[in-house]
């Protein structure tokens, strides 16, 4: 007997923003595992009988490997349970989505994916700016600011990057953004250019810096480790509010 799993995506963690068809998967489960930043209040509408699993993964700190994430799922889903695999964001946007998908596939168990909000659009709206403007900025980028080592990736487009016209969005970027903002700016875009960093997005210590890359760059400098989930926006951002 084979079972059924939903890679559901959380968003930025309020209940208020996750899709209709990702809360009814939520209170149809048997069981959920999900990631720390897709913890809290969402999980609050699980069945009261669902088995909740952490197999969080966070920087800096004792996690889950993905290889017995995958196991779990395919282990779980082969009692016949209804299993939600609860991703934050958008389980699609560098979510190591790909290989929990390889694992049900290869089980012979079958699957959906429940899209969500990803926290650039999420980072965008708080702010009250859309990500693109009409002939300033008609192109947006997803980018991460972190290969598996956990440094710049080297191999990034940079003609790109410091395209002045376009809306770059840079997940898992704030370790990473100084390097980043002096590989921009040496690549002509300049230092000038809007910046906004978003920390803790739908969560009560929500915060929003409205800066420039080189602004950024020099705030995150001299940050030291921080353990809150955030997002980078830079490029012909709107003005906004906050």
């Known amino acids: 007997m084979s079972g059924f799993v939903s890679f559901v995506s959380a968003g930025p963690g309020d209940p208020e923003l996750l899709t209709v068809r990702g809360a009814a998967r939520l209170r149809e489960a048997d069981v959920v595992l999900y990631d720390d930043l897709a913890a809290g209040a969402i999980l609050d509408l699980a069945h009261a009988s669902a088995n909740l699993v952490a197999?969080?993964?966070?920087?800096?700190?004792?996690?889950?490997?993905?290889?017995?994430?995958?196991?779990?799922?395919v282990d779980y889903a082969a009692t016949g349970a209804r299993v939600v695999r609860l991703k934050s964001g958008d389980a699609g946007i560098f979510?190591?989505?790909?290989?929990?998908?390889?694992?049900?596939?290869?089980?012979?168990?079958g699957y959906e994916i429940v899209p969500g909000v990803t926290s650039a659009s999420v980072a965008a709206a708080q702010a009250?700016?859309?990500?693109?403007?009409?002939?300033?900025?008609?192109?947006?980028?997803?980018?991460?600011?972190?290969?598996?080592?956990?440094?710049?990736?080297?191999?990034?487009?940079?003609?790109?990057l410091a395209?002045?016209?376009?809306?770059?969005?840079?997940?898992?970027?704030?370790?990473?953004?100084?390097a980043l903002a002096a590989k921009l700016t040496a690549h002509g875009l300049a230092p000038t250019t809007p910046a906004l960093l978003a920390e803790s997005l739908g969560h009560p210590e929500q915060?929003?810096?409205?800066?420039?890359?080189?602004?950024?760059?020099?705030?995150?400098?001299?940050?030291?480790?921080?353990?809150?989930?955030?997002?980078?926006?830079?490029?012909?951002?709107?003005?906004?509010?906050?």
């Open 207 to 242: 915060r929003i810096v409205r800066t420039t890359i080189a602004g950024l760059a020099e705030l995150l400098a001299d940050a030291g480790t921080a353990t809150a989930a955030s997002v980078i926006l830079f490029g012909a951002l709107a003005p906004g509010h906050g």
């Open 95 to 109: 979510g190591r989505l790909e290989e929990e998908i390889e694992a049900v596939r290869a089980a012979g168990i």
């Open 55 to 73: 197999v969080g993964k966070r920087a800096g700190r004792p996690s889950s490997r993905q290889q017995h994430v995958s196991r779990l799922l």
């Open 128 to 160: 009250g700016i859309p990500l693109t403007r009409r002939q300033t900025s008609r192109r947006v980028q997803f980018i991460t600011g972190a290969d598996v080592s956990g440094g710049l990736p080297a191999d990034m487009n940079w003609s790109a």
């Open 163 to 178: 395209d002045p016209e376009a809306t770059t969005v840079v997940y898992m970027g704030r370790r990473t953004f100084p």
